[in-house]
């Protein structure tokens, strides 16, 4: 069990961020350490995923600090929407990629061996030799997380892991991410799913150009943060001793 006095990974101090001329995060103030769970919500285009690309140092600061303890070992999870599922290659193939960027096909017999541990830990060991266009939206949400497992990140980023899964699925990914930080591994998520995945986590950001708030799901799962976060008033709701974010003008908020 990871220590809850664990000292910060990554520190963000001051922080804008964005891409040319344009600024899309402003003013951050956040760190990150391997106690953390946290969920990045947030509107389209609200910054979520600039958050990640400065947590995995693929993007400077245009203004502010960084602070890392030392090399820290990150590993990123990208939004499956975002990948060439057509590339030729097997599930294995593209696990063993992840360490060098293309495919060696003189490969160790250790490293063979390390690759069908980590798909056996996500249950997908029966599938090394299946082409990655084969697989379902669950099973290519847990090769890209053995992608990511094999470089033993003490940081693991994740964007959007339950995008395009359904609610079997989403709810196995959720499992299996709190397994691995039960396991020592530090886990920033960004999330859409306020119901789904971000009630269910214990930290929260809320982001929208800045850090509109953070703490708990009870902290930051209110009426106002969340409108001051998304732009629209939404209501909060204790149902079966769980936060239920709905829609006002839903005649129903609970049903389905």
Known sequence: MVSAMSAPLISLRQVDAG???????????????????TGIVGPSGA?????????????????????RSGSVPVSYVPQLETVDWNFPATVEECVLMSRSARWVPWTSKAERLEV???????????????????????QQQRMFLARALIRQPKLLLLDEPTSGVDISTRHDVLHLLADL??????????????????????????????VV????????????????????????????????????????????
Do not use: W
């Open 19 to 37: 891409y040319r001329d344009s600024t899309v995060l402003h003013d951050v103030n956040l760190s990150v350490s391997q106690d953390s769970f």
């Open 47 to 67: 910054g979520k995923t600039t958050l990640l690309r400065l947590l995995l140092g693929a993007l400077k600061p245009q203004r502010g600090v960084i602070d």
């Open 116 to 138: 069908a541990a980590v798909l056996e830990r996500l249950s997908i060991g029966d599938l090394a030799g299946r082409h990655i266009r084969e697989l379902s939206g669950g």
């Open 181 to 210: 930080h039960a396991d020592g591994m530090g886990i920033v998520l960004t999330t859409h799913d306020l119901n789904g995945i971000a009630a269910h986590l214990p930290h929260l950001v809320c982001v929208n150009h800045r």
């Open 213 to 256: 708030a953070e703490g708990s799901p009870e902290q930051v799962i209110t009426p106002d943060v969340l409108e001051e976060t998304f732009g629209a008033r939404m209501d909060v709701l204790q149902h079966l001793g769980l936060l239920v974010v709905v829609d006002p003008s839903s005649p129903n908020p609970l049903a389905g």
